[in-house]
């Protein structure tokens, strides 16, 4: 079985968020149980690219109404990722140091059509095409729909909604860019009014995933507008949590740590990893840290935090440190506290890897109080280095994290996304971390043995796809 994943993000090669980390471990992980998972992405110039040679495979040109775009298919010579990565490389829409941008319609429309012109040349075809969000989902309606690509329409396809909000809408001024097909069937690009191409995947594909099960049934609910649609569609739905890269995310073999650690010296090796932040960050040794990583957008509950902060912060008895970037206004607001609270508040904006895992490992608890979490990697990656999740009940969180007043609880859970209960939930922290050390300790320790790596879901995705060949 040869599986072909098709995104816009892949770790360590592009990354904005959660996409890139799921793309760049679950072929790794597919390929460890024996199927063939390769991954194509666009050529991107950033510092991965930068650094690694590149052959070139096949080059053609793809048109985007009468402009005509050079295009060239790369692939990695080097083999450290675990799974074969071919990208490409449409210099004059692609190749920029970022990965979204404002002419993304024209930018995915042309990689996505570039891929599949050179799927056609294959002399074996793949068993199945995995697109992964709304920059790769009008490829099962190229495929189902579009003349030229006829040859390669029994490929079965799986598209996985990684975040519904953001479904790629545009205009049908550009509906020529789209190669030609029946007209009659022109509604299945549409959804109100505009070509919706998240809402296009849902239809064609031959099953649609998303990356827990409780975000599923969210969905019908609550889908920006797609809720019918997925309601329609839900006999080939199906939610399957996302899993995290345990050779990447791991205290015991994570490079970019101050102290490595496993359960054991969990003690010793966040202590020094907290000293190392608390230095850096001129904060409070002694007292719980509280931190925040992640985009700075209301999706994630951040407009909420400069009030949880001023309020929380008031007591002087814990500090926080948060890492971020997004809404310039809560970048503004979170940059302000600083002057206020020094010695128990600071604010990195700005993304910076190593950073996070140092954050993950040296933080007592980590915040998560999103609005709408589909899955949500942070509270998995804070399990495995021993950091107690304070997050709102919803999406994967509530799939992944059980509140400690419950049987087997480990972590503090809100119901709702507001200042009021986010405060709540971090003076229970505070408590715990203040009057029971013991069992602080405990739960650091046992939360780091919890198994949220691939195996579960690479596995889970084999099946779904054996089930459609
Ligand atoms: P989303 O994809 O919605 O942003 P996820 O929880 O799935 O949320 O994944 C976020 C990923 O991005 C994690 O790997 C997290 O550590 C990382 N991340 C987010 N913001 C930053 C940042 N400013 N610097 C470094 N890593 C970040
Ligand atoms: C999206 C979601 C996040 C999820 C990630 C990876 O960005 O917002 O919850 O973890 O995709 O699937």
Redesign the pocket.
């Known amino acids: 079985m040869n599986i072909v994943h098709i995104s816009a993000e892949c770790?360590p090669i592009a990354?904005?968020?959660?996409?890139?980390?799921?793309v760049g471990s679950l072929p790794k992980y597919q390929n460890a149980l024996g199927v063939e998972a390769c991954v194509i992405m666009p050529f991107y110039d950033l510092t991965f690219t930068k650094k690694h040679k590149f052959s070139k495979l096949y080059s053609n040109t793809v048109k985007l109404g009468s402009t005509s775009f050079d295009f060239r298919v790369l692939k990695l010579e080097s083999s450290e990722l675990g799974f074969t990565l071919f990208l490409i490389d449409v210099k004059e829409l692609l190749f920029k140091d970022y990965v979204y941008s404002f002419d993304d319609t024209d930018r995915f429309l042309a990689f996505q059509k570039a891929v599949l012109d050179w799927l056609l040349t294959f002399k074996e075809k793949p068993s199945i095409i995995h697109c992964h969000d709304h920059h790769t989902a009008l490829i099962p309606f190229m495929l189902q729909e579009c003349y030229r690509y006829r040859p390669l329409n029994n490929i079965p396809t799986v598209l996985t909604i990684?975040?519904a909000q953001y479904q790629g809408w545009f205009d049908y001024d550009k509906l020529s860019y789209i190669p030609d097909f029946n007209v009659d069937n022109v509604g299945l690009l549409d959804w109100d009014g505009v070509i919706n191409p998240l809402a296009t995947g849902i239809k064609c594909a031959w099953r649609v995933t998303t990356?827990s099960p409780t975000y599923m049934e969210e969905l019908k609910q609550k889908a920006n507008g797609l809720e019918s649609l997925l309601t329609a569609e839900k006999k080939k739905c199906l939610g399957i949590l996302?899993g995290i890269d345990v050779e990447v995310?791991n205290p015991e073999k994570d490079a970019y740590l101050v102290k490595k650690y496993t359960v054991r010296n969990n003690i010793s090796g966040k202590k020094a990893n907290k000293k190392y932040l608390c230095e850096k960050f001129k904060l409070h040794k002694n007292k719980p840290l509280f931190i925040f990583?992640?985009?700075l957008v209301g999706?994630?509950g951040a407009d909420l935090l400069p009030e949880v902060f001023t309020k929380v912060l008031a007591d002087k008895n814990c500090t926080v440190l948060v890492?971020?970037?997004g809404n310039k206004d809560i970048e503004k607001e979170l940059y302000k506290l600083q002057s206020g609270y020094s010695g128990h508040y600071n604010a990195?904006t700005?993304?910076?890897?190593k950073?996070?895992?140092i954050m993950?490992a040296g933080a007592d608890f980590l915040l998560?109080p999103s609005r709408v979490?589909?899955?949500?990697?942070?509270?998995?990656?804070s399990l495995k280095y021993g950091t107690i999740p304070v997050v709102r009940s919803i999406g994967?969180l509530k799939d992944t994290v059980i509140d400690i007043t419950k049987k087997n609880g480990f972590g503090i859970c809100h119901k709702e996304a507001t200042v009021a209960a986010i405060i709540k939930a971090v003076k229970k922290a505070i408590t715990l971390y203040d009057d029971n050390q013991q069992e602080y300790r405990k739960i650091s320790k046992k939360i780091m043995q919890i198994d949220h790596s691939w195996n579960t879901s690479a596995e889970a995705y084999i099946t779904l796809y054996k089930s459609i060949i």
């Open positions: 770790y990354k904005v968020g959660g996409l890139a980390d799921v990684h975040n990356v996302n995310w990583i992640g985009r999706e994630k890492l971020g970037s990195y700005g993304y910076n890897e950073l996070s895992h993950y998560m979490e589909p899955c949500g990697l942070n509270q998995m990656y994967g």
